[in-house]
């Protein structure tokens, strides 16, 4: 059964988008929550209202129309959000196109193009069509970027015709969306907190002391968590929106804020990930207005005191949490990042090589070595903070 999933049937402009109620209502049945969204050319051969009546939901087909004056996002980011898995059925050469070229002039593709959800794709269209080339390298690129393509069958087609384009029946599109969400979420119960970003250490109303960090490996840390079932907090100096409902993002500014919000959170979850990089010192008196230079003031004076050390100050007070630290080094990367891990109480430092400009703050990619208490130090060549964030959970899952 598919009770409490969220599931969005993308109804596109093809002769078979009658079937697609009988989708809706085999998911009904089985429990789960349907959303419908339809393409202007879909609502030629389907009405929205039949959608609705099945679905008890009001079927998406504006962009710019909310459900409500409630309504706190438009409609294709508030569906982004809601959706567990995105089912496209049927599925045109149009639609195909549009998802692999990253063209979004509608509901159906702004939303697709929002949605982290997994994605499966039911293609119908004549033989001649499905054999185009264009379209075959469209089918390719879906695949690539991991779209499920579920291959239409042989049979007879609207044209009077009969060959390959016609619509999986029934039971095989039922097997393709309950194989996809049978898929196995190992942190489904483990809830992790990550912080992310540089923090900013106020001087004044307009000037603050921070740390040039992006914050994307943070970010690539709480999404990889998400994706693998986790219940994520995210802790983040950076504007970032989450696309999942497993990850809740709290906006922070400076240190003590992290702290703050740590000695709250930290003993309610599993994992700690300290991503962020915390400045060192701040201000010791901040100015309630812009400070303003004058011309016989060639120098001005901060003076500074450090911040509290969040790593050590939280870690020493974990019971079961896993904790991970980061430490970014130009020289003597493994012994630096071995009397961190045993100064903080960590469990894992994550020892980034920043001595070259591929790797580090505000790039893609980082040069890790996994420093632990019991393994050897495990150095991993050059690879995107994506991959940075899956390699580790990979390894966290391995442990337990």
């Known amino acids: 059964m598919l009770k409490s999933k969220h599931i969005a049937v993308y109804v596109t402009g093809g002769i078979a988008a009658y079937k697609s109620l009988s989708v809706v209502r ?10 419908v969204i339809m393409t202007d050319s879909a609502q030629q051969f389907v ?3 039949t959608f609705a009546t099945l679905s008890k939901h009001p079927v998406l087909t504006n962009n710019f129309k ?23 059925v049927p599925a045109t050469a149009d639609i195909i196109a549009k998802m692999a070229n990253g063209i979004a002039d509608d509901i159906v593709t702004t939303s697709l193009m929002a949605t982290d959800a997994p994605k499966i794709v039911f293609p119908t269209m004549n033989t001649s069509m499905w054999n185009y080339p264009p379209v075959q390298k469209n089918l390719d690129t879906l695949q690539s970027i991991g779209i499920q393509v579920v291959q239409p069958d042989t049979g ?6 009969t060959g390959k384009g016609r619509l999986v029946d029934l039971p095989e599109i039922m097997k393709a969306i309950n194989d996809q969400l049978s898929v196995d979420k190992p942190l489904q119960n483990t809830s992790v907190i990550v912080t992310a970003g540089g923090t900013k250490e106020p001087i004044d109303p307009v000037r603050f002391i921070g740390n040039n960090s992006s914050g994307k490996m943070g970010i690539a840390m709480a999404e990889s968590a998400a ?12 504007n970032y929106t989450s696309k999942y409902q497993n990850l809740q993002v709290i906006n922070v500014t400076s240190a003590n804020d992290i702290l703050n919000k740590l000695e709250t959170l930290f003993p309610e979850n599993d994992v700690l990930i300290m991503a962020a990089a915390i400045a060192d010192f701040k201000p010791v008196t901040v100015a309630d207005q812009k400070i303003k230079k004058t ?3 060639p120098t001005y004076s901060i003076k500074l005191v450090k911040n509290p050390d969040i790593l050590k100050t939280i870690a020493s007070n974990k019971t079961n949490q896993f904790v991970v630290g980061f ?8 012994p630096y990042a071995e009397r961190k891990l045993q100064q903080k109480n960590a469990d894992v430092i994550l020892a980034n090589d920043v ?10 990619t980082n040069r890790i070595t996994l420093v632990s208490k019991d393994e050897d130090p495990d150095s991993w060549p050059l690879m995107s903070k994506k991959d940075v964030a899956d390699k580790f959970w990979d390894y966290y899952q391995n442990l337990n």
């Open 26 to 35: 085999e998911l009904i049945k089985q429990d789960a929550e349907v959303r």
């Open 47 to 49: 009405t929205p209202l």
């Open 66 to 88: 909310a459900e409500s004056a409630e309504d706190d996002f438009i409609p294709h980011i508030k569906i982004a959000r809601w959706t567990d898995l995105a089912i496209v």
């Open 156 to 161: 007879f087609l609207a044209e009077g015709e």
């Open 227 to 238: 994706k693998r079932g986790a219940d994520v907090t995210l802790l983040s100096t950076v």
């Open 295 to 297: 011309d016989d003031q």
């Open 327 to 334: 430490a970014a080094e130009t020289e003597n990367l493994i």
């Open 355 to 364: 001595s070259k400009k591929d790797a580090g703050f505000n790039v893609d």
